[in-house]
């Protein structure tokens, strides 16, 4: 009867309080420079201290420059002091930090997981509402404010209402040239961006136990935009493969006992879940976003709805009734947490491999980690984006979001491999279609959102 | 510590879509300091402002004389959504807006609202049609909201709505528990020791 979600939550029940909410033990919890100081800064003021330093990491990954050779400098007006604050005060408060030039620097929902700071059972916040990332592992994470950070370190624990529990099955197998970025916005251009509120998603069925591990932190990443608390996938053998041997994963003996544990982690066959949705994994095709919500999305093959919202259409100067393959781009973006791990970059790479972008579109690839560049390097991978005309950056979330730095031109469409397609959430007006890293690196060498799969070398 | 907050009448302004995500509530080429005030000018900046000299754009609602200063609002579907940035709130709040009356909110700015002193009000579509540009009283001890001779109740859940009643500091609160998270620790610790990391263990 019990769910995945039942047994993580139940393990952390530090006190019921009044009214059927209850204290919650948190496990860890992460910060980044746009709003680490602001936290730290604000329990400090109020004479509080970090309960638990050991548990808390900083990361530099929102404003940091991706340039190569970058320093403290940003190109984001003032962002220098949210670097430079936050180092400050993560020194002065004891936590870990992964600074500006660290070799473990990088996209927190992507170092999170490759030094095993998140472990399958364990509760994991962050002031970023795309931590539901780490529930791939079987963590139960998510996304909260500042105050609920500082809430976090200074008492070990949340207050939270119990959300309600969802599952999210898909059936069969995805066809080839289908990704789990498809996967989550044919979910989310069916239920709606609202879809998910209130609950944990627990991810399950054939087609998502058939993902590799980075491909589960991208479903799950998405989670965030169907409005759910959180996402989350029943730790396997997967799981466990890759995670043994992280740098804070358990070892030996505590390895051991760690993965008894781990093993149990899953819902009962006849879990009862507050709400069921399925999904036919084998009808799934590319999808590409059209509107200014994740909701407005199609298949790429498709036309854009007939009823399609027309302020959407205004700022998307697209119509209803057309085909979306063939509009033109002006800039390809492969990077963020949702798709900047190192299998993303080989599938874009495959498909760059002896071809160059269409002329004048500027292709932009952002590794999701310093450790993500170098291996990616290692294997030739920077030589191929750049061969094909992609800049090869240093890592961060860089241009998913525009902080009044770098940005693409005022109004330019731009086809991105990133979480969100808001009005100029990259920057001022720019037209933002969210696709798979493959959709990506073929609409970048068309010069127009293209089928990957026409593009697939023989 | 957020100011209480009993009843409030004022008129509920309407911004009448669905999905108001927090970049466009504060973008984040708004936040320009690491603090958590200085934020009110650039709330819905990209909706409220036509140009980089911040003209008034005289079709968004808070540029209409009755509704400047709104200190309640009423939108749509899955209000809040996307980035976790407090920031937002933080903005609504400088501005003096108290309440938000929508047909649903996203999960972490809900939390957020709480936090801050801000009412999240969850109604049908039908009622926000019906109240939205007149004037309303929020009564959350009676968890109402009365528009002319009409009322709605609504749900809230029983914690927040303490928080919010007596503007209560969470983490004073939650330190009340002290003893029951140290007995946590130790009863956890022997059983998940993985969990427990040595200080500079990078």
């Known amino acids: 009867m019990t769910t995945l979600f039942d047994r993580l939550?139940?393990?952390?029940?530090?006190?019921?309080?009044?009214?059927?909410?209850?204290?919650?033990?948190?496990?860890?919890?992460?910060?980044?420079?746009?709003?680490?100081?602001?936290?730290?800064?604000a329990l400090s003021e109020a004479g509080r201290k970090v309960q638990d330093p050991a548990r808390v990491f900083a990361i530099m990954d929102h404003i940091v420059d991706t340039l190569p050779g970058r320093t403290d400098r940003t190109l984001m007006p003032g962002g220098q002091a949210f670097i430079t604050e936050t180092r400050a005060a993560a020194q002065a408060a004891g936590i870990t930090l992964f600074d500006v030039g660290h070799p473990d620097q990088g996209i927190m929902h992507v170092v999170s997981p490759e030094l095993g700071i998140v472990l399958p059972g364990l509760t994991l916040i962050a002031p970023d509402s795309h931590t539901c990332t780490q529930g791939a592992l079987g963590a139960l994470a998510w996304g909260i404010g500042s105050s609920e950070a500082e809430h976090a370190m200074a008492t070990g624990t949340l207050r939270l209402t119990r959300p309600k529990s969802m599952r999210a099955t898909f059936s069969g197998q995805l066809a080839p040239g289908v990704t789990a970025k498809d996967m989550m916005l044919a979910l989310i251009a069916a239920h709606g961006a609202g879809g998910g509120a209130g609950h944990v998603v627990e991810f399950a069925g054939e087609a998502v136990t058939a993902l590799d591990l980075e491909a589960r932190m991208t479903l799950c990443n998405m989670a965030t935009e169907f409005s759910a608390f959180a996402g989350l996938i029943a730790p396997d053998e997967v799981t466990f493969a890759w995670l043994k041997g992280r740098r804070y994963a358990p070892q030996g003996a505590s390895w051991d006992a760690a993965l008894a544990q781990w093993r149990a982690l899953r819902s009962d066959a006849d879990a009862v879940f507050d709400a069921e949705i399925a999904i036919d994994a084998s009808t799934i095709a590319p999808m590409v976003s059209w509107g200014t919500s994740p909701q407005a999305s199609v298949p790429v093959t498709d036309a854009i709805p007939a009823d399609a919202s027309s302020a959407m259409l205004d700022y998307m100067a697209l119509q209803a009734g057309a085909p979306l393959i063939g509009t033109p781009v002006d800039a390809a973006f492969i990077g963020s947490c949702t798709n900047a791990r190192l299998s993303d970059l080989r599938r874009a790479a495959a498909l760059l491999k002896g071809r160059k972008v269409a002329a004048g579109i500027r292709a932009i690839c952002v590794p999701g980690s310093s450790a993500v560049r170098r291996a990616a390097e290692a294997e030739g991978l920077d030589r191929v984006f750049l061969d094909a005309g992609f800049e090869w950056r240093e890592s961060g979330c860089s241009m998913c979001f525009f902080a009044g730095g770098e940005s693409f031109g005022d109004g330019s469409r731009v086809i991105s491999s990133t979480n969100r397609n808001f009005e100029s959430r990259q920057g001022l007006r720019v037209k933002t279609h969210i696709a798979s890293p493959e959709t990506v690196a073929a609409s970048a060498l068309a010069g127009a959102i293209a089928d990957a799969r026409d593009w697939a070398h023989g | 510590m957020a100011e209480p907050f009993t009843t409030l009448t004022a008129i509920a302004a309407p911004l009448l879509r669905d999905n108001v995500d927090t970049d466009a509530i504060i973008p984040s080429r708004e936040m320009k300091s690491t603090g958590k005030t200085g934020l009110s000018d650039g709330l819905f900046a990209g909706w409220r402002y036509l140009d980089a000299a911040r003209t008034p754009n005289p079709d968004f609602v808070l540029n209409q004389p009755e509704h400047a200063g709104a200190r309640i609002l009423a939108s749509g579907v899955n209000f809040g959504c996307g980035s976790s940035r407090e920031h937002a709130v933080w903005a609504l709040a400088e501005y003096g807006v108290r309440c938000i009356l929508a047909q649903s909110f996203a999960p972490i700015f809900h939390g957020n609202c709480i936090r801050n002193g801000i009412v999240p009000v969850v109604l049908d579509r039908e009622a926000i049609a019906a109240l939205a540009g007149r004037e309303v009283q929020v009564d959350l001890p009676a968890q109402t909201v009365r528009c002319a001779d009409q009322c709605w109740t609504f749900a809230i859940e029983a914690e927040a709505k303490t928080m919010l009643l007596e503007g209560l500091d969470a983490i004073d609160l939650s330190l009340k528990h002290r003893d029951a998270i140290a007995a946590f620790h130790a009863r956890d610790r022997a059983q998940r020791p993985w969990v427990y990391l040595e200080q500079n263990h990078g």
């Open chain 1, 9 to 41: 939550w139940d393990a952390h029940v530090v006190a019921p309080l009044d009214g059927g909410a209850a204290l919650i033990a948190i496990d860890r919890v992460l910060l980044h420079e746009r709003t680490g100081a602001a936290a730290l800064n």
